[in-house]
């Protein structure tokens, strides 16, 4: 069974850092996109950033220049690296797999999410 876990997330001052990251597990034959999405108290989830491949990356124009995303697919891992940290950046940040499983059949999985808080 496929499992997305994400750790990192924590209570960080304004214009700090943290690095967020994503490991999949169970019954995967590939990863096509990894991306990492928010959801902050009261909004819509939002998409952080994504990437496609080895290295074709997508942000929010709220966090570009901000944020970096990778991966390791030896590894099915994803981090994001998050800078200047801002109070608005505070949410819940989930993490998710567009891949395909061992039966060679195509899933869409999500993580239960790890929680941001910047404040100080």
């Known amino acids: 069974q496929v499992q997305l876990v994400e750790s990192g997330g924590g209570l960080v001052q304004p214009g700090g850092s943290l690095k967020l990251s994503c490991v999949a597990s169970?019954?995967?034959?590939?990863?096509?996109?990894m991306s990492w999405y928010r959801q902050a108290p009261g909004r819509q989830r939002e998409l952080v950033a994504l990437i496609t491949g080895p290295s074709s990356t997508q942000y929010s124009e709220l966090v570009e220049g901000r944020f970096t995303i990778s991966r390791d697919n030896a590894k099915n891992t994803v981090n994001l690296r998050m800078t200047n940290l801002e109070p608005e950046d505070t949410a819940v940040y989930y993490c998710?797999?567009?891949?395909?499983?061992?039966?060679?059949?195509?899933?869409?999985?999500w993580g239960r999410g790890t929680r941001v808080t910047v404040s100080s």
């Open positions: 169970g019954g995967i034959r590939s990863i096509k996109t």
């Open positions: 998710r797999a567009a891949l395909i499983l061992s039966s060679n059949v195509p899933a869409d999985y």
